[in-house]
């Protein structure tokens, strides 16, 4: 149990009469008491619709309401469902007919509660009459009061004196409008004369300005023989007057006021000269907020109370005398509550009842008392129900007491009204607050439990945990309802408490149940970040919290302390912790604010997002000149750099005359400058922009400056870049690049081509050209010139130029190399070496060499005439190379030339070589059939190239593991007749796999291998898969979709032959896996001779026997060195033609004529 120090009782001290009042529950019958309602008074402006008027008040039963108007019964008119309650509202028409007082009463079984006097005021229109106003003739020097007399309406109002164009009248010392409106002035003089002076008087709450008929004044002044002139311009001063009070009149008034109010004390005079006005207080000194206005003479205190009171006086003074006026000021007030109004009592049956109504004001209020709405006076008969004055006295009060007193204090300045609910009972406690009440709280926080009781006289309530029934004991103190508050609440104060209520009535009790819960943390909170502009921003948040919770938790966001909404079309997306704002500008920059929230408590953290954007215009770009011809500085300030420094500022430039409107880089400046020094080009019209960059990007550029033309000037610079060309060998073709427009600085721009040859000539030759190139005639061929090009225009010639060198046209070399010789340094590699041609004989720049060679014929057939010719270009100054590509066993001939640009020189004298032998390519096909116990018959076809004279074949078969496919045993046979195209190998064993390999042979060595695997034929298991097949239904529909099959295939061999065509070449990849796959079936059907099997064999080898014969096979190589296809031949252009220097093994298209062509024709 925890001490009792962390929990306080808070007891019921039941509805007594009480500072706040009586609060009774509204389950327990009670008379009404006004909660709402119209405070008056209520102007009606013209532009309202409805006036509603307001009425409700709270009671059980609920109470019912009536309205008077001027003390006389009214019915509202057009009331609809829209209100419950006693409210009303009246429409625009007709509205001055409820003008007004109204008051609301509301009444149950229990009495009546009423309102109040609710004034309408319903103000008419504003408006001056017509009016014919005479003009006011008045003499010089005489007062005058032009009176305004403004219509009533609806306050504020503000009044104003102008002329017909709206000109205001001058107003000073002796011109001045009135607080009555009037507008008055001391002494005319003779400016004061015109015809125009009008009274405006605006009411800014309707929005209404009414202006009164034009008022003239005419002021005339006394010439010579006293003869009026109206329009003199005398310069003779009025005759002086002594002062007198224009406002107020007489000697003494009196000025009454309401405590709270502002002071208005307003003295005008006349005279002449115009007098001063001065003001004191009777005996005292006047107050430190007094303030004086209009010239002086009204006197302003605000907020006045009784020390204000008193007699003030005014004292108008002048050279001739002065004019005192005296104000009586009267301080009163209106009806106050002393204490606040009287409030309602609950009490029970035979005590006695004290109502006191403590009002003040000036003059003392009047008291009226009403019981239940109704006039309520002291009866001197009855002992028990006394009205003494401001106090009402019920002895020994009754049930039939209970009712709703009225007292209503009133004076001349208002009044006020009280609703004094008094019940008088006896009732048992009734607790109000729901039994098994359940109360949640996370740990360390406070909690209270509710128990609202109802009782008469007020009940006794106490605490108690429901374990041990022990009263909870701690601080107590007063409070509307009876509840137990528990302070830093912790994990073991869950359980139930009882609250138990008694009086001597009777004893109630209700049951509270705690649970206290673990608090929300934020357990990963946002992260500050930085984000460009434009991209999408991601804030992430998790919590943790109790899991009974989880119904009630909640994620929210504020950002800056304002709470994010959720709209459709928002840019800020919300789930589960993760805040993301899409599209993110600079108005998103802030403090961001995670909420975890539950039904109990929350938790939050903050995260600062930086946005990063380009920076802002620079602003105010000014050009200023430094007193160096065509320098000027420039100078801007810097825009925002919105959260990234400004890396550099970028100047461009714009020219009116040769590209207007197209901007141009001009010149950078470090972000840390707002100035930059600027060197311009003459004769042209410039204007400037600023634009800044920062790491995010450039930003926007600022508005132009102001056009700045520059003087004309000589060119600063001549042309670079000069090249020459050679387009004909007596001539020499100069271009440079010229100088842009804006360098021309000055109009004529032209340029003087100077030449001569280097260490030649000493004079220049010279030509002034307008273009940006000149063509120089009757030069030597490929000589050295010095050439120099200078800028010049209207304003003078350009600096030195500087001097290139060049050669002039070229020609083709006229000499070949010399002492060319050749070393073969293998079958395919030749190295080549030569004397250079001699540099004169090049006439250019040196190009390289060709090598140029010619093979002539292959010793393996010599009779053919060959021309196979091929080159090789080396760029530069060489004088050997190597010639790769050749062909082995071959005779060539070989030249070489110099070339440059123009051309190739003469060929030098021709070398024959020949190439040695070479080692053969594989054989062109291996197979292997007619598999016996013992023996293979291997069949091949040459090589398509045997680079040499074949000496014979060397043949190697590996006795292969089936389980492991590893070599068991190897042998090796060479084979020395050169056209042997078979081979049957004997002595192997009976039922194993054999992988054969067979290599071509010259004298240079043996070629690579072609690779074939096959079986020996095994009669025992042949036979019984055999007999196993035949009795398989499956077995049987194989051979006839075998059978079909076949069919096909020799259709399609047959309209092959009628076509004439043949499958030529190597075929494509996919049927070189058809190839091997059909080995693969050749082999295993060698092993069961069946007469379907073996059709079968035969038909599929005639399918391809049309083909040009494979150039390897398919096969992988049995020393690992020779991938799956690496027999395919390197050189894929073969054709016929390529197999007719064979020895008769390939007929004139191409097929393969061998040991099985009499098998494939009667296949096919």
Not at 421 to 431: F, G, Q, S
Not at 637 to 646: A, K
Not at 979 to 995: F, S
Request: aromatic share 8%; proline share 7%; glycine share 8%.
């Amino acid at each position: 149990m925890r001490s009792v120090g962390s929990m306080q009782l808070v007891l019921l001290v039941a509805l007594t009469s009480t500072a706040t009042g009586l609060h009774i529950p509204l389950e327990v019958e009670q008379p009404p008491a006004i909660i709402t309602l119209t405070s008056g008074p209520i102007i009606a402006l013209p532009f309202d619709k409805t006036i509603t008027i307001r009425c409700e008040a709270r009671g059980n039963p609920p109470p019912e309401y009536r309205w008077t108007k001027d003390g006389e019964e009214f019915v509202p008119p057009n009331i609809t469902t829209d209100h419950t309650d006693g409210t009303f509202v009246l429409l625009d028409k007709h509205l001055v007919t409820f003008q007004g007082k109204y008051r609301c009463y509301a009444s149950n079984k229990l009495g009546t509660a009423m309102t109040d006097e609710i004034e309408l005021r319903v103000p008419s229109v504003p408006k001056f009459p017509k009016e014919v106003n005479v003009p006011i003739v008045v003499k010089e020097g005489e007062p005058i009061t032009l009176e305004c007399n403004p219509p009533e309406g609806v306050a504020p109002r503000q009044i104003y004196w102008m002329t017909l164009d709206l000109m205001h009248i001058d107003q000073d010392e002796r011109v001045s409008m009135g607080a009555d409106g009037n507008l008055y002035f001391s002494n005319a003089l003779q400016k004061d004369s015109r015809k125009d002076y009008c009274c405006f008087v605006a009411f800014n709450k309707i929005r209404i300005i009414v202006q009164k008929t034009a008022m003239a004044v005419m002021v005339t002044n006394l010439k010579h023989g006293n003869e009026s002139d109206d329009g003199g311009n005398s310069t003779e001063a009025p005759p002086a007057r002594i002062p007198s009070m224009l406002l107020p009149s007489g000697v003494q008034t009196e000025k009454v006021l309401l405590m709270g109010e502002n002071l208005q004390l307003e003295c005008i005079s006349q005279g002449y000269p115009t007098p001063t006005m001065s003001w004191i207080k009777m005996g005292d000194k006047l107050p430190l907020r007094t303030q004086f206005n209009n010239f002086g003479k009204l006197l302003s205190i605000s907020s006045v109370d009784e020390s204000d009171s008193g007699k003030y006086m005014c004292k108008a003074h002048n050279s001739e005398g002065e004019a005192v006026h005296y104000i009586d000021v009267i301080v009163e007030d209106r009806p106050k509550w002393v204490t606040g109004p009287p409030q309602g009592q609950l009490t029970v049956i035979g005590t006695d009842v004290h109502i006191k109504c403590s009002v003040s004001g000036k003059p003392t209020p009047d008291i009226t008392w009403r019981r239940n709405g109704e006039l309520f006076s002291d009866d001197p008969r009855s002992s028990s129900k006394r009205v003494l004055d401001d106090t009402v006295v019920l002895h020994n009060a009754r049930a039939e007491d209970s009712a709703v007193y009225q007292c209503e204090a009133s004076n001349r300045h208002g009044s006020v009204l009280a609703n004094i609910n008094i019940m008088v009972m006896n009732e048992a406690p009734r607790i109000l607050t729901r039994d098994f009440q359940e109360y949640g709280v996370v740990v360390g926080r406070d909690i209270v439990m509710n128990c609202s009781v109802f009782g008469s006289p007020p009940p006794t309530i106490s605490w108690a945990r429901n374990e041990t029934l022990e009263p909870i004991e701690g601080e107590q103190f007063l409070s509307p309802t009876g509840s137990l508050k528990i302070t830093s609440a912790e994990k073991n104060d869950s359980g139930n408490y009882v609250c138990v209520a008694s009086n001597r009535e009777g004893k109630s009790s209700v049951i509270a149940v705690l649970d206290v819960k673990d608090p929300t943390k934020i357990a990963y909170p946002p992260q500050d970040m930085e984000i460009i502009s434009g991209t999408t921003a991601q804030l992430m948040c998790q919590a943790e919290f109790d899991e009974s919770l989880r119904g009630t938790f909640m994620f929210a966001w504020k950002k800056d302390g304002e709470e994010i909404p959720l709209e459709e079309h928002s840019r800020y997306f919300m789930n589960d912790g993760m805040l993301q704002i899409m599209s993110v500008n600079m108005s998103d920059q802030g403090i961001y604010t995670c909420i975890a929230r539950t039904s109990l408590d929350e938790d939050n953290a903050t995260a600062l997002l930086t946005v990063l954007d380009v920076p802002d215009v620079p602003r105010n770009v000014v050009i200023s000149e430094m007193g160096i011809p065509r320098n000027v500085q420039l100078a801007w300030i810097p825009g925002s750099d919105h959260n990234s420094s400004v890396i550099e500022f970028i100047v461009e430039y714009e020219e009116s005359q040769w590209e207007p409107g197209r901007w141009k880089e001009l010149q950078k400046v470090p972000g840390n400058q707002a100035t930059a020094t600027l060197a311009l080009q003459g004769h042209l019209n410039y204007q400037f922009r600023v634009y800044a960059v920062n790491g995010v990007g450039p930003g926007p550029p600022s508005e132009p400056s102001e056009r700045y033309r520059t003087p004309p000037a000589a060119p600063e610079r001549n042309p670079e870049n000069i090249k020459i060309q050679d387009h004909r060998p007596d001539q020499m073709d100069i271009g440079w690049e010229p100088l842009l427009p804006i360098e021309h600085n000055a109009p004529g721009l032209e340029y003087k081509v100077s030449y001569r040859k280097l260490g030649v000539e000493d004079v220049w030759k010279e030509h002034l050209v307008k273009r940006q190139s000149f063509v120089a005639t009757n030069t030597s061929t490929f000589i050295l010139y010095e050439i120099k090009i200078q800028s010049r225009n209207s304003h003078g010639w350009g600096p030195e130029p500087k001097v290139v060198t060049g050669y002039s046209g070229e020609d083709v070399p006229t000499a070949a190399p010399r002492d060319v010789a050749v070393e073969v340094i293998n079958t395919t590699v030749l190295r080549v070496s030569w004397t250079p041609a001699p540099p004169a004989t090049v006439r250019g720049h040196l190009g390289g060499y060709d090598v140029l060679w010619l093979r002539k014929r292959s010793w393996l057939n010599p009779d053919k005439i060959l021309d196979e010719r091929r080159s090789l270009s080396f760029p530069g100054k060489k004088n050997h190379t190597m010639v790769p590509g050749l062909i082995p066993f071959s005779e060539y001939r070989l030249t070489v030339n110099v070339f440059n640009k123009k051309g190739n020189g003469p060929n030098s004298d021709p070398v024959t070589f020949n190439t040695p032998e070479g080692v053969p390519e594989q054989v062109h096909i291996l197979t292997a059939s007619n598999a016996q116990k013992d023996s293979i018959l291997l069949v091949w076809g040459p090589p398509l190239e045997k680079n040499g004279v074949l000496t014979g074949y060397l043949l190697q078969h590996h006795l292969i593991n089936e389980t492991t496919l590893e070599v068991v045993d190897s042998q090796e046979t060479n084979i020395t007749t050169p056209d042997t195209t078979q081979w049957q190998l004997q002595g192997l064993k009976e039922g194993r796999l054999y992988r054969f390999l067979l290599r071509a042979c010259t004298q240079a060595g043996c070629g690579p291998p072609m690779a074939q695997e096959s079986s020996t034929d095994n009669p025992a298991r042949a036979k019984s898969q055999r007999s196993k097949f035949s009795t398989e239904g499956w077995f049987i529909g194989t051979v006839c979709a075998l059978a079909f099959l076949t069919l096909v295939t020799l259709m399609a061999c047959f309209v092959q032959r009628k076509r004439g065509g043949k499958y030529a070449g190597t075929p494509p990849p996919t049927q070189r896996q058809d190839v091997f796959f059909m080995g693969k079936v050749k082999e295993k059907e060698d092993l069961h001779p069946d007469v379907e099997s073996q059709g079968m064999n035969d038909d599929t080898f005639c399918e391809y026997s049309e083909e040009k014969p494979l150039k390897g096979s398919s096969l992988r190589s049995l020393a690992g060195d020779d991938a799956l296809g690496d027999s395919v031949s390197r050189d894929s252009r073969d054709s016929p033609g390529d197999y007719t220097d064979s020895e008769g093994e390939f007929n004139e298209d191409g097929s393969f004529i061998g040991e099985y062509s009499a098998r494939t024709r009667r296949g096919c």
